[in-house]
């Protein structure tokens, strides 16, 4: 079983950064995927990013590909999420999970990964 649990969120103003851990626990593979989701209330969970666990391979979505950043620190079983240039519409419950994805590279798709965070709020004021 894995275990993750979500770190770092707050109030930051418009522009700022703002910088998610994910401490992650119990049995990990290399394969497995690490993926940055978030939410806001009455709308999808949305994908922003992932890395593979034991590989370089990352994914990023359009929206956030040239502000945000995910990293990993295997021997501290961390993944970040930095975020820069922060916007009022980043505002949301961000969520870390982790899963075996089917094809062997990071995927956005809910379905793919099958342990969840509680999640940490980020909210962005203008």
């Known amino acids: 079983q894995v275990q993750l649990v979500e770190s770092g969120g707050g109030l930051v103003q418009a522009g700022g950064s703002l910088r998610l851990s994910c401490a992650a626990s119990?049995?990990?593979?290399?394969?497995?995927?690490v993926g940055w989701f978030r939410q806001v209330p009455g709308k999808e969970r949305e994908f922003l990013t992932g890395i593979i666990w034991g590989g370089s391979s990352t994914y990023y979505a359009d929206s956030v590909k040239d502000r945000f950043t995910i990293s990993r620190d295997n021997a501290k079983n961390l993944v970040y999420l930095q975020m820069n240039s922060l916007k009022p519409e980043d505002t949301a419950v961000y969520y870390c999970?982790?899963?075996?994805?089917?094809?062997?590279?990071?995927?956005?798709?809910?379905?793919?990964?099958?342990?969840w965070g509680q999640g940490t709020q980020v909210t962005v004021s203008s």
């Open positions: 999970a982790a899963g075996l994805p089917r094809r062997g590279v990071v995927a956005s798709g809910l379905n793919e990964y099958r342990h």
């Open positions: 119990g049995r990990i593979f290399s394969s497995y995927a």
